[in-house]
């Protein structure tokens, strides 16, 4: 037993470094590159995985969602610049200046409770440009305003202009990308032309990233490929007609251990609602682990978990904290064996895309679900598990 955890997250720090040298290889020397480790750096950890890409100086700076996040970095060291995506409330701005945080913006209430500061420090700004999702951003004449408000408040710094697209990941036809970054050009010609020039300007996440290098610009926006986990299937298969030769490394494993094997009868029920009844006489293992922990309630009677390297299925619902599964053609399992829900054992793997298969959902939504008070464990190398 390595260590005394029911439930933990294990994070591999030679993976992480492939994949940031990975991503660098792609857009060049001259490209900032943002790691984005915004929702607890998507499951595997916000202050490990923070740390390791500040002293790895593999990039940088960082991308976060909210203040909270960004204070959370600043606390435990974290030096490098960081972008905050997400809006800050107009009451906490004076936090985010003193802690020398950039912000993305798209309201004027933003920048007139900037100007309001008393404060010598000049806050960079990044303007959030409209141009085809529907979130987040301002249309061309919005744009045109705020950027006039920054140049006039002493606290800000117009410093980029951002755009976010709308369908990169999820179809091989990138006509609907193509048109966005089409006006995402023509109104940063219009905001030069109109003396509201910025520095910095970024378009890019993950899958833009691989697919289109015309969109890395001054700063790529690193998301879900920082943890060896590709944006879809179609932005796979886009990226390898394209000649990319990127290969990602998964960084997360996250296990259990067996809290008890038992025998039930044939014909006897398993879990809440009495979905799933024995055929045969059955040896359970009991996980402590449900939905309140991230493992999805539609997993059951369908996933399936690793134990001493064979696939165990799930039997009945996924409670909040326990579930059960099938080890009856599992010889020799014992009380405390690792469970393995995301990763290898010995010659089987589940990803997060199988879980998300299971569950019908994205990958995205599989790891940055695991629960936040799940340890983050850093390890090197592939795992060994007899």
């Given at each position: 037993?390595?260590?005394?955890?029911?439930?933990?997250?294990?994070?591999?720090?030679?993976?992480?470094?492939?994949?940031?040298r990975?991503f660098?290889?792609?857009?060049?020397?001259?490209?900032?590159?943002?790691?984005v480790?915004?929702?607890?750096?998507?499951?595997h950890?916000?202050r490990?995985?923070?740390?390791?890409?500040?002293?790895?100086?593999?990039?940088?700076?960082?991308?976060?969602?909210?203040?909270?996040?960004?204070?959370?970095?600043?606390?435990?060291?974290?030096?490098?610049?960081?972008?905050?995506?997400?809006?800050?409330?107009?009451?906490?701005?004076?936090e985010?200046?003193?802690h020398?945080?950039?912000?993305?913006?798209?309201?004027?209430e933003?920048?007139?409770?900037?100007?309001?500061?008393?404060?010598?420090?000049?806050?960079p700004?990044?303007?959030?440009?409209?141009?085809?999702?529907?979130?987040?951003?301002?249309?061309?004449?919005?744009?045109?305003?705020l950027?006039?408000?920054?140049?006039?408040?002493?606290t800000c710094?117009?410093?980029?202009?951002?755009?976010?697209?709308?369908?990169?990941?999820?179809?091989?036809?990138?006509?609907y990308?193509?048109?966005?970054?089409?006006?995402?050009?023509?109104?940063?010609?219009?905001?030069?032309?109109?003396?509201?020039?910025?520095?910095?300007?970024?378009?890019?996440?993950?899958?833009a990233a691989m697919?289109?290098?015309?969109?890395?610009?001054?700063l790529?926006?690193?998301?879900?490929?920082?943890?060896?986990?590709?944006?879809?299937?179609?932005?796979m298969?886009?990226a390898?007609?394209?000649?990319?030769?990127?290969?990602?490394?998964?960084?997360?494993?996250?296990?259990?251990r067996?809290?008890?094997?038992?025998?039930l009868?044939?014909?006897?029920?398993?879990?809440?609602?009495?979905?799933?009844?024995?055929?045969r006489?059955?040896r359970?293992?009991?996980?402590?682990?449900?939905?309140?922990?991230?493992?999805?309630?539609?997993?059951?009677?369908?996933?399936?978990?690793?134990?001493?390297?064979?696939?165990?299925?799930?039997?009945?619902?996924?409670?909040?904290?326990?579930?059960?599964v099938?080890?009856?053609?599992i010889?020799?399992?014992?009380?405390?064996?690792?469970?393995?829900?995301?990763?290898?054992?010995?010659?089987?793997?589940?990803?997060?895309e199988?879980?998300?298969?299971?569950?019908?959902?994205?990958?995205?939504?599989?790891?940055?679900?695991?629960n936040?008070?799940?340890?983050?464990?850093?390890?090197?190398g592939?795992?060994?598990?007899?």
């Open positions: 037993m390595t260590n005394s955890h029911l439930n933990w997250v294990e994070i591999d720090r030679d993976a992480l470094r492939h994949n940031l990975a660098r290889g792609l857009i060049g020397p001259r490209v900032k590159l943002m790691p480790v915004k929702a607890n750096a998507y499951g950890g916000l490990l995985v923070a740390e390791f890409i500040q002293e790895s100086r593999a990039a940088d700076w960082l991308g976060v969602n909210s203040l909270d996040e960004a204070l959370e970095l600043r606390s435990a060291g974290i030096s490098m610049p960081i972008l905050l995506l997400g809006h800050v409330p107009v009451s906490r701005l004076s985010a200046a003193h020398n945080l950039r912000l993305t913006v798209w309201n004027a933003t920048v007139e409770g900037l100007s309001r500061l008393n404060t010598a420090k000049r806050v700004l990044h303007v959030k440009l409209e141009t085809g999702t529907g979130r987040m951003g301002l249309d061309l004449p919005a744009a045109k305003r950027a006039a408000r920054i140049q006039r408040c002493p710094i117009l410093e980029g202009y951002s755009t976010h697209f709308a369908n990169i990941e999820d179809t091989t036809d990138h006509t990308p193509a048109s966005q970054m089409r006006r995402y050009e023509a109104m940063l010609k219009v905001l030069r032309a109109a003396g509201y020039s910025a520095p910095i300007t970024h378009a890019a996440c993950t899958a697919i289109f290098p015309a969109t890395h610009r001054q790529v926006r690193l998301g879900i490929g920082l943890y060896g986990l590709w944006p879809s299937r179609e932005t298969v886009s390898r007609e394209r000649g990319a030769g990127l290969i990602l490394r998964p960084i997360l494993s996250w296990k259990t067996v809290a008890q094997v038992k025998s009868p044939a014909g006897a029920y398993v879990g809440y609602g009495c979905t799933f009844r024995t055929t006489k059955t359970l293992a009991v996980l402590p682990i449900g939905y309140s922990d991230g493992y999805d309630r539609r997993l059951s009677n369908t996933g399936h978990v690793l134990i001493r390297g064979r696939r165990a299925p799930i039997r009945g619902r996924i409670c909040m904290n326990a579930c059960m099938d080890v009856t053609d010889p020799g399992v014992r009380l405390e064996d690792e469970a393995v829900l995301i990763g290898s054992q010995q010659r089987e793997r589940i990803s997060a199988q879980l998300a298969s299971w569950m019908g959902t994205i990958n995205y939504e599989v790891v940055s679900r695991i936040p008070l799940h340890p983050r464990l850093a390890r090197s592939r795992p060994t598990h007899g």
